[in-house]
């Protein structure tokens, strides 16, 4: 199964930008949907953002003109750039993948973004 590593997460200033990374452990060019989810403590995740494997992107209204998810196949890379980041976007930041053939979900280990003067 496919391993997911995020990065990039920390403690911003409001009106900042963080941009969170996700490497995954093997190709996800053409075989892997790739997501963003944020959890809050005590909620479930939200989604955030995804991208397909031709490079079409979604995103939630909360986050739409704000965060801006990207893929690099070359580097099993996807990224979420994160601008004008408020205290409300403090949370923890998951990726995810979503494996077309055979049909599968992973999910990373989370990073923690926090938004504090």
């Known amino acids: 199964q496919v391993q997911l590593v995020e990065s990039g997460g920390g403690l911003v200033q409001p009106g900042g930008s963080l941009r969170l990374s996700c490497v995954a452990s093997?190709?996800?060019?053409?075989?892997?949907?790739m997501a963003w989810y944020r959890q809050f403590p005590g909620k479930p995740r939200d989604f955030l953002a995804h991208?397909?494997?031709?490079?079409?992107?979604d995103y939630a209204e909360r986050v739409k003109g704000r965060f801006t998810i990207s893929r690099d196949n070359a580097k099993n890379t996807v990224y979420l750039q994160m601008n004008n980041l408020t205290p409300e976007d403090s949370a923890v930041y998951y990726c995810n993948a979503h494996r077309l053939i055979p049909m599968a979900v992973f999910w990373g280990q989370g990073t923690q973004v926090t938004v504090s003067a």
């Open positions: 991208i397909s494997t031709k490079g079409d992107t």
């Open positions: 093997e190709s996800i060019a053409n075989n892997y949907l």
